[in-house]
């Protein structure tokens, strides 16, 4: 299993300004993921954060928009920048298990529910 | 990309009943997850069963990954299993995730 500590949990922020969303796993993975999910959506993947490398992002979306950190095999950092309410969505980061690559069962942080006002 | 189609989209159950929730993937995969997000919007795994059939409790899925389906039963249901109900699939090594639209679940008492 893995142990993804994500924060903050919660935020209400200005439109036009930026949050910095954090993730901490608790053991050394190659690749983090970043997802979004819309009010009443599924999840959908915005980046993959390998560490020593840019972050690769998904068919709409962009690193001015949401630039990542990956200082190290164990933290990523998702930056949503000049937010609008369109932004207002759950944040959360993915990482694979200490079983990996024999197991690739994937772990989530407890998401940052973000409004935008 | 991999297409990933959940039904039903909705589901009401009377507390003790049972039920059967359906996840079908147009591609083959290497990994297939089952989750449930509770009102928080925090995400449970479930299951881990790129094939074969698990249990956990009055849980259990089966995935045949040869026809690209995976199930997923609730038996005795409770209130507690309320929620949505995502099926997510990946065609890659690193983790990388593909999320059907989700089931949701309402539990009457």
């Known amino acids: 299993s893995a142990v993804i500590s994500q924060k903050p949990s919660r935020d209400i922020c200005q439109r036009g300004t930026s949050l910095t969303i954090q993730c901490q796993v608790d053991?050394?993975?190659?690749?983090m993921f970043w997802y979004r999910q819309q009010p009443g959506q599924s999840l959908t993947l915005i980046a993959t954060?390998?560490?020593?490398?840019?972050?690769?992002?998904e068919s709409g979306f962009v690193i001015d928009k949401f630039p990542i950190s990956r200082p190290n095999l164990t933290f990523s950092t998702l930056t949503v920048s000049n937010m609008s309410p369109e932004d207002s969505s759950i944040y959360l980061c993915?990482?694979?298990?200490?079983?990996?690559?024999?197991?690739?069962?994937?772990?989530f942080g407890q998401g940052t529910r973000l409004t935008v006002v | 990309g991999i297409q990933v189609e959940q039904s039903p989209p909705d589901l009401i159950l009377q507390e003790g009943a049972n039920s059967t929730l359906r996840c079908n993937f147009s591609?083959?995969?290497?990994?297939l997850q089952w989750f449930h997000q509770n009102p928080w919007g925090q995400l449970i795994n479930l299951f881990y069963?790129?094939?074969g059939t698990k249990q956990n409790g009055r849980l259990s899925a089966t995935t045949v990954a040869t026809e690209r389906y995976s199930l997923l039963y609730i038996s005795s249901s409770q209130t507690t299993d309320s929620g949505v109900y995502f099926c997510?699939?990946?065609?890659?090594?690193?983790?990388?995730?593909?999320f059907g639209a989700g089931t949701q679940v309402v539990v009457t008492p």
């Open positions: 053991s050394q993975v190659t690749m």
């Open positions: 997510a699939v990946s065609t890659d090594s690193w983790g990388k995730l593909q």
């Open positions: 591609d083959s995969v290497n990994n």
């Open positions: 069963i790129p094939s």
């Open positions: 993915s990482a694979p298990g200490q079983g990996w690559p024999l197991n690739t069962e994937a772990f």
């Open positions: 954060a390998n560490q020593g490398s840019e972050a690769t992002y």
